[in-house]
């Protein structure tokens, strides 16, 4: 099953670039607040990154990993228990993995992706990652 996924790839193609997530890491999208919600370039970075579901902390770009073995049930579980680890609502825990599930496969295995803001577009297409 193929899945967004942190990874350092591509890093520093834009300026304002970062990754605090571990490599390989399952990732989410979190709406952007206040302060980069019109702005993906914005001071906060949430507008441009996405959330590790294990880091708890956030990084820009993302690779598409098929992982063998890996099962709807397991990312919403994944997604669940990471939101209730940060004390969010996971009550959506569902609707999220399925929106991740629609949007990694649209892209074939070793695409990099960014974020601005709700769009989400692939920067480079490297080969299934290690
Ligand atoms: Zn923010």
């Not at 019109?38 to 956030?58: E, V």
């Not at 939101?83 to 959506?92: A, K, R």
């Amino acid at each position: 099953m193929k899945l967004l996924t942190a990874t350092n790839l591509t890093q520093g193609y834009r300026d304002n670039d970062f990754d605090f997530c571990v490599e390989g890491e399952l990732v989410h999208l979190d709406p952007p607040c206040a302060k980069d919600r019109d702005d993906p370039d914005g001071p906060c970075g949430c507008g441009r990154s996405f959330g590790g579901l294990n880091s708890h902390l956030a990084t820009t770009t993302v690779v598409i990993r098929d992982v063998a073995g890996f099962t709807a049930e397991d990312y919403v579980e994944a997604i669940r228990s990471s939101l209730d680890q940060q004390g969010y609502d996971s009550s959506q825990a569902v609707h999220e993995a399925a929106t991740l599930y629609c949007l990694a496969q649209y892209w074939s295995a070793g695409t990099v992706l960014e974020r601005r803001l709700d769009q989400i577009a692939a920067r480079a297409v490297i080969g299934q990652p290690q």
